[in-house]
């Protein structure tokens, strides 16, 4: 059974960065893809990054040259670097693992703020 922690959210100002992290106990870690999605007040959970076996990514089209996602099968990590963060990027961001982005495990999420 894999089980998810994320970190790495909080309050940042526009324009700033914040660097997730998640990190997954359990050996199915490096047979999954990895994805992080984000949810909004009154807003459906939406796709942001995701991450396959071999390495290949996918960021949402709101996010591409922002947005880096990564993933370290020796540390059972995948990180999300965010920059040049907007206002409407604030969301609960959440970790999944999973042989689909979003299909598997979730993390508890954390809470990421861009505010002046």
């Known amino acids: 059974q894999v089980q998810l922690v994320e970190s790495g959210g909080g309050l940042v100002q526009p324009g700033g960065s914040l660097r997730l992290s998640c990190a997954a106990t359990?050996?199915?870690?490096?047979?999954?893809?990895g994805s992080w999605f984000r949810q909004a007040p009154g807003k459906q959970r939406e796709f942001v990054a995701g991450i396959t076996v071999d390495g290949r990514t996918n960021v949402v089209d709101s996010a591409k040259g922002r947005f880096t996602i990564s993933r370290d099968n020796s540390q059972n990590t995948i990180a999300l670097q965010m920059n040049s963060l907007k206002p409407e990027d604030t969301a609960v961001y959440y970790c999944?693992?999973?042989?689909?982005?979003?299909?598997?495990?979730w993390g508890q999420g954390t809470q990421v703020t861009v505010s002046s």
């Open positions: 359990g050996s199915l870690f490096r047979i999954n893809t």
């Open positions: 999944n693992i999973g042989r689909a982005y979003g299909s598997g495990i």
